[in-house]
T-cell receptor
Framework: NAGVTQTPKFQVLKTGQSMTLQCAQDMNHNSMYWYRQDPGMGLRLIYYSASEGTTDKGEVPNGYNVSRLNKREFSLRLESAAPSQTSVYFC?????????????FGPGTRLTVT | EDQVTQSPEALRLQEGESSSLNCSYTVSGLRGLFWYRQDPGKGPEFLFTLYSAGEEKEKERLKATLTKKESFLHITAPKPEDSATYLCAVQAVGSGTYKYIFGTGTRLKVLA
């Protein structure tokens, strides 16, 4: 049981390049999330997917698109990368367990845009 | 505006020196409050969920408590392996069941 996996672990892009961050979970969770984490700021929600086939904007969606490919996979795409998108990106899935909602996070993708 | 503030930003403790981390929140209505632990270079790891004032949860040396305005994470007799950043997050009633607001965290260092 791998939990939440993310690829790649590290990426350097030039301004204007595009890329897709991949996320997969093997826990059969319905909802999945994409966050970014920047120094001095809390985790900020980019997009989420409450269930397979649905996606919704979070707090900072501009410059990003997402695809919920199936129940397991939720990808994040940067169409034209900007230096302001330099950040650490975390994918998460959510489960209801023991009377509480728990989020399980992946190891993160460290993205630098030059 | 819904807001979460954690204090202190950083904390250094000697091994065995108990202390508390604070998470204060301002939300229209609290759906849940969550504590996570994050080690350097890794994703956050879920610790606790608290739903109502007066609720308490415990796990090893950690105990989380909740009031109507804040939550505390009490660390009893910490060990060096408790060194990490501790994050607090809330779900507000007005923001739906899927959105979380995170604080900036408290970086804890426990010295041997």
């Amino acid at each position: 049981n791998a939990g939440v996996t993310q690829t790649p672990k590290f990426q350097v892009l030039k301004t204007g390049q595009s890329m897709t961050l991949q996320c997969a979970q093997d826990m059969n969770h319905n909802s999945m999330y994409w966050y970014r984490q920047d120094p001095g700021m809390g985790l900020r929600l980019i997009y989420y997917s409450a269930s397979e086939g649905t996606t919704d904007k979070g707090e900072v969606p501009n410059g990003y698109n997402v695809s919920r490919l199936n129940k397991r996979e939720f990808s994040l795409r940067l169409e034209s990368a900007a230096p302001s998108q330099t950040s650490v990106y975390f994918c998460a899935s959510r489960a209801f367990s023991g009377g509480a909602y728990e989020q399980y996070f992946g190891p993160g993708t460290r993205l630098t845009v030059t | 505006e819904d807001q979460v503030t954690q204090s202190p930003e950083a904390l250094r403790l000697q091994e065995g020196e108990s202390s508390s981390l604070n998470c204060s929140y301002t939300v229209s209505g609290l759906r849940g409050l969550f504590w996570y632990r994050q080690d350097p270079g890794k994703g956050p790891e879920f610790l606790f969920t608290l739903y109502s004032a007066g609720e308490e949860k415990e796990k090893e040396r950690l105990k989380a408590t909740l009031t109507k305005k804040e939550s505390f994470l009490h660390i009893t007799a910490p060990k060096p392996e408790d060194s990490a950043t501790y994050l607090c997050a809330v779900q507000a009633v007005g923001s739906g069941t899927y959105k979380y607001i995170f604080g900036t965290g408290t970086r804890l260092k426990v010295l041997a």
